[in-house]
């Protein structure tokens, strides 16, 4: 069964709550089923990577993204530029849209 979220890859997105709270970021992957979305540039978490010569591969400390919660996460209005809830219209060739709450924009494109 596939989960429904409210926000997509590319997306401009504020995080509400956590050690990044406050912080804006682009959505580079979303995983519906787990309810999670990695934000570039955001929750940032080390980690240690053995050396492995035979496929090239240099150890050390890297930093990565790692996924955060999508309640955690607001969309963008591209139009008012705020953080806001996510309504949905139906255009009038019947494709079903994103709109912003705040301004009733539409959010896809």
């Known amino acids: 069964m596939r989960k ?4 997509k890859r590319n997306d401009i997105v ?3 709550s956590g050690k990044d709270r406050g912080k804006t970021g682009k959505v580079l992957r979303v995983f519906p089923m787990k309810e999670r ?16 010569p ?7 400390i890297l930093e990565r993204e790692a996924p955060i919660h999508v309640s955690n996460l607001m969309v ?9 809830r996510i309504g949905h219209a139906f255009l009038s060739d ?12 539409n959010i896809d494109k």
């Open 76 to 84: 963008v209005c591209p139009s008012c530029n705020e953080p806001t």
């Open 94 to 105: 019947g494709r079903k849209v994103r709109v912003c709450k705040k301004c009733n924009a």
């Open 54 to 60: 035979q496929q090239g591969i240099a150890g050390g």
């Open 14 to 16: 504020k995080v509400i």
């Open 37 to 52: 979305a990695i934000v570039e540039g955001l929750n940032k978490v080390s980690k240690h990577v053995r050396a492995n």
């Open 4 to 7: 429904k979220v409210h926000i």
